[in-house]
């Protein structure tokens, strides 16, 4: 049978003012057109409660005893990547039948869902110890210290691209608690290289890079790009540079290079894109990208330039000028992984 529609507050009320006025519940139900025993209901109702609200429900009783609660939530608590199907075949050994959308709405209740994983760096101890050791050494290093940096990186963005997912239970604000995020280390995928730099001041050169970098060419990009960007962004005398630990980044051809030049090299903590606020940017550019939909590689190389030559200067500013909040969150987490 069909579930009927409940009759509005509004309607109730008539129902026991017509019958307070001496009306039948015949004559009321003829009148507002609502069922006899309805009307009856109400007007009985009414006169034991002395109201037509609806009265609190106790609802079917839980089909998870409280020491079954308290299981699965340890369970999931314990390894955040249990599933239902684990859960379900769990409870039914320990005598409970159950299906999978009890789970979840059980596990809801205790402010739990299933979510997907977070896929971040690979972080080893020696990369923790690093990471701390920078956010402290630096956070209380003055503003203007930051807006004097140039930061930069190398981006692949896909042209068609999915990226795996993996459900774990967690609770509201874990997501990147290690238990609740995959690992993964820098590695190829994605359609088009390209390298890009900022500052506070705004958004400085972007390249594409088309053949297989190395040292050598990593100092032919910074040779042509990493200086006109300086002068056009305006840099202050003792601007310094950052780049993160990859290989060729660190390579003894790249090393000689910027000593020769005689560039201050911000020291950098492996594994630590979070630290990067380029990476914010990369994350904008594309977003920017995927919304205008290209079709092929050329038009990809061609908006992905249009849409950082239109990255506002202030998203850059705020970004540099929040920089102590993101070393205060390495630290607040212990040297893992931050929201940034």
Not at 104 to 123: I, Y
Request: hydrophobic share 35%.
């Amino acid at each position: 049978m069909a579930k009927t529609k409940e009759l509005s507050k509004d309607t109730r009320n008539k129902i026991v003012d017509l019958h307070q006025a001496g009306k039948t519940e015949s004559a009321i139900g003829k009148q507002l057109g609502v069922k006899k025993s309805t009307v009856g209901a109400i007007i009985r109702k009414w006169k034991t409660y002395k109201t037509t609200d609806n009265l609190p429900r106790s609802g079917a009783p839980g089909k998870i005893s409280p020491h079954g609660v308290k299981m699965i939530t340890r369970m999931v608590s314990k390894n955040p990547r249990t599933t239902r199907g684990d859960l379900v075949n769990d409870l039914q050994r320990a005598g409970t039948k159950v299906t999978k959308a009890t789970i979840s709405n059980t596990l809801r209740r205790q402010g739990l869902k299933s979510c997907s994983a977070r896929r971040v760096p690979l972080l080893k101890p020696v990369h923790v110890r690093a990471r701390l050791k920078f956010a402290r050494e630096h956070l209380d290093d003055p503003e203007e210290d930051w807006e004097n940096v140039i930061w930069s990186d190398e981006t692949k963005i896909e042209l068609f691209g999915k990226n795996s997912t993996c459900g774990v239970w967690r609770r509201k604000n874990a997501e990147l608690h290690p238990k609740n995020t995959i690992p993964t280390v820098k590695h190829g995928g994605g359609n088009i290289m390209l390298w890009g730099c900022f500052s506070a001041k705004g958004p400085g050169r972007l390249i594409r890079v088309k053949e297989i970098m190395n040292g050598a060419m990593y100092c032919e990009i910074l040779s042509k790009n990493l200086l006109p960007s300086a002068r056009a962004l305006k840099m202050k005398r003792g601007w310094v540079f950052q780049h993160d630990n990859d290989p060729k980044h660190t390579a003894r051809a790249t090393k000689e290079w910027l000593r020769k030049k005689h560039f201050k090299v911000l020291e950098w903590p492996s594994q630590s894109p979070d630290l990067n606020p380029i990476e914010n940017l990369w994350r904008e550019l594309k977003i920017r990208v995927a919304q205008r939909q290209p079709h092929n590689i050329t038009a990809l190389e061609e908006i992905c330039m249009e849409e950082w030559a239109k990255l506002p200067a202030t998203v850059c500013k705020n970004l540099v000028a929040t920089y102590r909040k993101r070393l205060t969150s390495v630290i607040a987490n212990k040297g893992y992984i931050t929201k940034y």
